[in-house]
């Protein structure tokens, strides 16, 4: 009986190492990190797997020989991509082999999860020679359970990480950002019971603002073990058994809370207990909603002052991955007088995510379904539904996200209202805490009515639309701004998610010229666009594309952009332009109408 379900659990492709499971709070649980500087060689035709690369023989006899090695060779930092550490890497698409040794002490009764942050774009995972795992998508986090595979003493971990373009990708084959490969988030080596807390979810009950929703699942589905969830300051504790799937769900009656907002953002310690598992962190409690046109967070309107920026570091031409990262990153954007991030086109690394937490920094997160995306794709369907899972199961605690986006500028169509579809029915089925939108540029000049307007039905589906739209850059100004007036889903909160135009950082020039890509152009452009946003009736935020200066393949003006997308607010070397100036002034009156 035995050998017929092993081989019926072989057929149906179950591998003991599910990437499909994602611990909850990696950061919070007895880790070690495998971080530091791999060996690594590049495989610019995919050869390595043909050679047998991750079994990483050395010649023993006179007359065997192996033409590779993985010591003394290419040394690449992981977490980082490959791009910013070698100049020869600078345009490098393809097969890169990491390397590296590691020590392991597995304890009895322990289980070990090998964690990637991201690999970008796609890779294999094979662990003392043996494959034990694979992901597609370059901006969340996977596990391999490694506890079988692991030997006492040594071991030797390969990962073949791929960033080729590919049509059923996502993103797919062109995309206004960097094509960063690598390791390019934190590696780590986790230690849990061998029945350990593999996921919770703590928020605040959308109705009840006493009570806090308690949902915990433990990694084995065994019924009746005990469970507890404890919030000390608080002076409250839930406590049950799991039910024959592991599972436990629960609400705390925890009285007056001080609720998580932008101007207060408050957060609790809190202590969840499964078995012999413990996981600590801190949590914030929140309401985030919409009211008509509105968008509320505990019962009071926002108007949502963001701002975008890509995960990069742009002085040092890289993709961010680290705490000094996020901080660089956060710190601007709090200088410009945000109160929300859209997290421009991924999702991005968790040192950012909690930071923004604790500054009291609303975010958007998407998936990078951008633009070219193969809707009649199936496979395509289910990578994007993995995404959005993985996104949302990695920051379903994070009450600082508010809206998850499930794509960027998307053409009208059966198969995309069909696939986007798909995804807002699988975020829902994960989480209703928070809002769903999506970024359309579909608003047109409408002639005899005068006015901007826009036609995609798919909008009802969400509960705040956002448009980006460039008046003044890609779109002449049909009327002055002080005429231009908009009725864009006029029942919904509605988010410019994108506005703005390119200026090199110190190049002077006309403020009519477009294409003298000059400070002081794009200082007018803003004047403009801020004009227009008081046409706006239902504008509940604006969000100005972008923070900082980034890196593109197709920006290639070879003196005003040199492979840079220039409508940062900051230079590529951290120098903030005029516009700065007048989106931070916007913001303060924003901010003081709000706050009255
Ligand atoms: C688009 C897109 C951005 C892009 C921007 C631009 O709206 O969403 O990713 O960088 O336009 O053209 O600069």
């Known amino acids: 009986m035995k050998r017929l379900l092993i081989s019926i659990l072989i057929l149906a492709g179950f591998s003991a190492h599910s990437s499909a499971s994602l611990i909850t709070n990696a950061y919070g649980r007895d880790y070690r990190l495998l971080n530091g500087r791999w060996d690594a060689i590049v495989?610019?035709?995919?050869?390595?797997?043909?050679?047998?690369?991750?079994?990483?023989?050395?010649?023993?006899?006179?007359?065997?020989?192996?033409?590779?090695?993985?010591?003394?060779?290419?040394?690449?930092?992981v977490p980082g991509d490959w791009n910013s550490q070698n100049p020869e890497l600078k345009y490098y698409e393809g097969t890169v082999w990491y390397a590296r040794s590691f020590e392991a002490n597995p304890k009895p009764g322990m289980r070990e999860i090998l964690y990637f942050g991201a690999v970008s774009y796609r890779c294999n995972v094979y662990l003392n020679g043996k494959e034990i795992g694979k992901h597609e998508g370059g901006f969340t986090p996977f596990e391999i359970d490694v506890t079988d595979d692991l030997h006492k003493g040594e071991n030797f971990l390969v990962v073949e990480v791929n960033n080729r373009r590919t049509k059923d990708a996502i993103p797919a084959l062109a995309f206004d950002w960097w094509n960063y490969g690598g390791i390019t988030r934190d590696v780590m080596l986790i230690s849990v019971p061998d029945n350990y807390v593999e996921n919770y979810f703590l928020r605040l009950d959308k109705d009840?603002?006493?009570?806090?929703?308690?949902?915990?699942?433990?990694?084995?589905?065994?019924?009746?073990?005990?469970?507890?969830?404890?919030?000390?300051?608080?002076?409250?504790?839930?406590?049950?058994?799991?039910?024959?799937?592991?599972?436990?769900?629960?609400?705390?009656?925890?009285?007056?809370?001080?609720?998580?907002?932008?101007?207060?953002?408050?957060?609790y310690d809190v202590k969840i207990n499964g078995g012999e598992d413990e996981v600590s962190e801190r949590i914030g409690f929140r309401d985030i909603r919409t009211d008509?046109?509105?968008?509320?967070?505990?019962?009071?309107?926002?108007?949502?002052?963001?701002?975008?920026?890509?995960?990069?570091?742009?002085?040092?031409?890289?993709?961010?991955?680290?705490?000094?990262?996020?901080?660089?990153?956060?710190?601007?954007?709090?200088?410009?007088?945000?109160?929300?991030?859209?997290?421009?086109?991924?999702?991005?690394?968790?040192?950012?995510?909690?930071?923004?937490?604790?500054?009291?920094?609303?975010?958007?997160?998407?998936?990078?379904?951008?633009?070219?995306?193969?809707?009649?794709?199936?496979?395509?369907?289910?990578?994007?539904?993995?995404?959005?899972?993985?996104?949302?199961?990695?920051?379903?605690?994070?009450?600082?996200?508010?809206?998850?986006?499930?794509?960027?500028?998307?053409?009208?169509?059966?198969?995309?209202?069909?696939?986007?579809?798909?995804?807002?029915?699988t975020g829902r089925a994960l989480d209703t805490t928070r809002l769903y939108t999506a970024a359309f540029d579909l608003v047109e000049f409408d002639k005899e009515r005068q006015l901007f307007s826009m036609n995609d039905p798919f909008t009802e589906n969400l509960d705040v639309v956002a448009v980006n739209k460039y008046m003044g850059w890609y779109h002449p100004w049909p009327l002055t701004p002080a005429e231009s007036v908009w009725d864009v889903t006029p029942d919904k909160p509605l988010i410019i998610s994108e506005f703005g135009g390119e200026a090199l950082y110190g190049q002077s020039g006309s403020r009519d010229v477009t294409s003298s890509w000059s400070e002081d152009y794009q200082a007018r452009l803003y004047e403009d666009n801020i004009r227009m946003f008081d046409n706006i009736p239902n504008l509940a935020g604006v969000s100005p594309w972008i923070l900082f200066d980034f890196r593109s393949p197709f920006r290639f003006h070879p003196t005003n952009q040199e492979g840079w997308n220039r409508k940062g607010l900051v230079s590529d070397r951290g120098q903030r332009k005029k516009a700065w100036n007048l989106m931070h002034n916007y913001y303060m009156k924003k901010k003081q109408e709000y706050e009255k």
């Open 43 to 77: 495989d610019l035709y995919d050869q390595g797997d043909r050679m047998k690369v991750y079994e990483n023989r050395s010649p023993e006899g006179n007359t065997d020989f192996y033409e590779y090695a993985l010591k003394g060779g290419l040394r690449l930092e």
């Open 208 to 267: 009840n603002h006493d009570t806090i929703r308690v949902d915990i699942g433990m990694s084995q589905p065994l019924a009746g073990v005990k469970v507890s969830v404890e919030i000390p300051s608080l002076g409250k504790r839930i406590e049950g058994t799991t039910d024959s799937s592991g599972k436990f769900s629960g609400s705390i009656k925890s009285g007056k809370l001080k609720l998580w907002a932008p101007e207060a953002p408050v957060l």
């Open 292 to 425: 008509g046109t509105r968008i509320l967070i505990n019962g009071k309107p926002q108007f949502m002052r963001c701002v975008s920026f890509h995960e990069e570091i742009p002085q040092r031409m890289g993709r961010a991955f680290s705490k000094a990262d996020a901080v660089m990153l956060l710190n601007e954007a709090r200088d410009l007088g945000v109160n929300m991030i859209r997290l421009a086109h991924y999702p991005q690394n968790e040192y950012t995510v909690r930071m923004a937490e604790e500054m009291g920094i609303v975010l958007w997160q998407e998936i990078p379904i951008w633009q070219g995306i193969d809707f009649t794709d199936a496979t395509t369907r289910s990578k994007a539904q993995n995404m959005l899972t993985e996104m949302i199961n990695r920051d379903k605690n994070r009450c600082a996200v508010g809206f998850w986006g499930v794509a960027n500028e998307t053409k009208p169509s059966a198969e995309r209202d069909d696939f986007l579809m798909s995804l807002l029915e």
